[in-house]
């Protein structure tokens, strides 16, 4: 019998459940310079943290929110463009667990 495999994207949630973990993949995808890889990773941490119970109501409006921004790629330029400044200023946004 041959065993069963995991799905990468169950796989990837369950990572996603360690804040450090997810700072790590927020950050990559933010360095990766497109909102919806960006949009998609923030996506797979809400599930994740669904998941565990530990979504807010306001971490689920405020999810919406950007969701619809980064869909949209309104404003969110400003974003990268800040990033691209710094680090051709030699340093770069980061995601860190509080």
Known sequence: ???RSVSYQETL???L????????YIE????????EVLRLAIQDVIEAYSRM???SEKAQILH??????????????QLYY???????LGFHLAVKVK
């Open 1 to 3: 019998m041959m065993p």
């Open 13 to 15: 949630i369950e990572s």
């Open 17 to 24: 459940k360690n804040p450090e973990e997810a700072a790590l």
């Open 28 to 35: 990559a995808c933010l360095e990766e310079g497109d909102p």
């Open 53 to 55: 119970n530990k979504l």
């Open 64 to 77: 919406t929110k950007i969701d619809i921004l980064l869909a949209e790629r309104k404003e969110v330029e």
């Open 82 to 88: 800040l990033s691209a400044l710094l680090d051709e």
